[in-house]
C-alpha cells in the first residue's frame, strides 16, 4: 500500500497589525497650548494713578496665552506667549541646545528671582513683590544657560530699562537645589508634589543713561502643604526713583522709589488649612528715605473645577511721606 505524500504546509506569517496613530496625538507631541486668566476688583486708599482720584477699578489683569514646542525633526524650540489684557507680547524666544545647556534668542524674563521668572498667573499673591517685579515683562536679548542635578545657571544680556538709552542690561543667575525639587504645577497656587528646597543669586547691571545695578538672594522651601520664599535686594550707586501711586505698590513701576545702597527684601509664606484653603502672608521692606513697607494677608480658594481659583487680598501700605493706606482686592484666576 502506497503511502500519501506528506505535505509541509508552510509556516504561517502573522503580519503585524497597522498602527495609525491619531492626528491629535501627533500634534501634542510637538505643540503645548496653555494660559491664565485673572480678573481683580480693587479698592485703594491712595489715589491709582497720576492725575486721577480714582480709588476703585475693576480689570482683567491678566490674559496669558501661550503656545510652546519644537521645530518637527529638529531640536529648535520655541514659545510665544501673548497677554491680551495689556495687548503686550510676553515672550517669543528660540531656544538650542549648546553643549551641555542652552541658548535662548528673542523675547524673554530675565533669570532674575523666582517670583520674576514664574508667570504671575502661578503666584500665590494677586501680584509680584516689589522685587520680583523689576523685571516681570520679557525683553529682547540672548541666554545661555545650563543645569546639573544641584546646580542652575543663566545669563542674559539684554534691552536696557530706562526708556531713553535703552542701553544693556546684564542679568546673571546661580541656582543650588538643597532639597530635591518637585515639578512645578501650571495651575495657578497649586502646592508641588513633594518637598523642595533653593538658594540663589542674581545679579544685574543696566548701563542705559539712568543705569542701575544690583545684586539680589532668593531662598524657596515648598512642600504639599506649605511654602517659604525670602528676597533681599543690595541695591548699588545708581538707582532711578519714580512717583508714589498706588499702582507702584501693585508692581507697575520697577525701581520707584528705591534709593541707592539700600536693601529691601520680602518674606512670604503660605499653608494650606483646609482642602481647598489656603491663607498666605507677605511682609515687604522698601528700604527707603521714607520707610515704606507693606503687608499683604491673602486667603484662597480653589473651586471644585480644579484650575479656578478664588482670591480674596488685603494690603497696608505704611510711608512716612504719604501716611498709612490699604488696599483690598478680589481676585478670580484660571490656569489652562
Do not use: C
Amino acid at each position: 500500500m502506497v503511502e500519501p505524500p506528506v505535505v509541509v504546509e508552510p509556516p504561517v506569517v502573522v503580519e503585524p497589525p497597522v498602527v495609525v496613530e491619531p492626528l491629535q496625538k501627533v500634534e501634542e507631541e510637538l505643540l503645548d497650548f496653555g494660559g491664565h486668566f485673572r480678573g481683580v476688583y480693587l479698592s485703594s486708599d491712595l489715589a491709582l494713578e497720576r492725575g486721577s482720584e480714582d480709588t476703585i477699578r475693576s480689570d482683567i489683569r491678566l490674559a496669558h496665552l501661550h503656545v510652546q514646542g519644537r521645530l518637527a525633526g529638529t531640536s529648535v524650540g520655541f514659545r510665544l506667549e501673548q497677554d491680551f489684557a495689556s495687548q503686550e507680547l510676553e515672550q517669543a524666544y528660540f531656544s538650542l541646545p549648546l553643549g551641555e545647556g542652552g541658548l535662548q534668542v528673542g523675547r524673554f524674563r530675565s533669570p532674575f528671582t523666582v517670583s520674576n521668572m514664574r508667570d504671575e498667573g502661578t503666584l500665590f499673591f494677586l501680584e509680584r513683590s516689589r522685587i520680583g517685579a523689576l523685571f516681570g515683562e520679557g525683553r529682547k536679548g540672548v541666554q545661555a544657560l545650563g543645569s546639573s542635578p544641584s546646580l542652575d545657571w543663566a545669563i542674559a544680556l539684554q534691552e536696557g530699562g530706562d526708556g531713553i538709552g535703552q542701553d544693556l542690561l546684564t542679568v546673571a543667575r546661580v541656582t543650588h537645589d538643597f532639597l530635591t525639587p518637585s515639578e512645578l504645577s501650571d495651575t495657578p497656587g497649586a502646592r508641588t508634589s513633594s518637598a523642595s528646597g533653593s538658594i540663589s543669586a542674581s545679579g544685574f547691571m543696566d548701563t542705559s543713561i539712568e543705569g542701575s545695578d544690583g545684586l539680589a538672594l532668593d531662598l524657596r522651601l515648598s512642600g504639599e502643604a506649605h511654602s517659604l520664599g525670602v528676597e533681599v535686594l543690595f541695591l548699588g550707586d545708581h538707582v532711578y526713583t519714580g512717583n508714589g501711586y498706588a499702582t507702584e505698590w501693585l508692581g507697575k513701576r520697577r525701581l520707584a522709589n528705591l534709593r541707592p545702597r539700600s536693601v529691601p527684601w520680602a518674606m512670604q509664606g503660605a499653608i494650606l488649612i483646609l482642602p481647598r484653603w489656603e491663607a498666605g502672608l507677605r511682609f515687604q521692606d522698601s528700604d527707603n528715605a521714607a520707610r515704606e513697607s507693606r503687608v499683604d494677608v491673602a486667603l484662597s480658594h480653589h473651586s471644585l473645577l480644579g484650575a479656578l481659583r478664588w482670591t480674596g487680598q488685603y494690603s497696608q501700605l505704611r510711608s512716612d511721606t504719604r501716611g498709612d493706606a490699604g488696599i483690598l482686592q478680589l481676585g478670580l484666576g484660571m490656569g489652562f
